[in-house]
Nanobody, 125 residues
């Protein structure tokens, strides 16, 4: 059974960097053809795709966040990470990590079946 768990600070000050980690169990992030992504949902708004990292380590980031977002991985810990720089209150959201459903777009703004429970991040001074 594949499980994902987000971790990171729940409160970040404006202009700082948000760092989140997704720990995967029951599978490896290097498993062939699997892709892993970050999605967020601001309060009262729809889901927004942030970025995806593939089994090979290739990364894809939303054009709207490309200048601020980075996705990386630690294969020894079976984790992948999100860094979002220069945050503002508009970055307040529930952040989810997930495994991309096979056959779906790497950049889909959806919540796949296999995903973490989500973590609330608030940007406020």
């Amino acid at each position: 059974q594949v499980q994902l768990q987000e971790s990171g600070p729940g409160l970040v000050k404006p202009s700082q960097t948000l760092s989140l980690t997704c720990t995967v169990s029951g599978s490896t992030i290097t498993a062939a053809f699997d892709h892993w992504k970050w999605v967020r949902q601001p309060p009262g708004k729809g889901l927004e795709w942030i970025g995806t990292i593939s089994y090979s380590g290739a990364t894809y980031v939303s054009p709207s966040l490309k200048t601020r977002a980075s996705i990386d991985r630690d294969t020894s810990r079976n984790q992948f990470t999100l860094q979002l720089r220069s945050v503002t209150p508009e970055d307040t959201a529930v952040y989810y990590c997930a495994r991309v459903d096979p056959g779906t777009s790497l950049g889909a703004s959806d919540l796949p079946r296999i995903r973490g429970q989500g973590t609330q991040v608030t940007v406020s001074s």
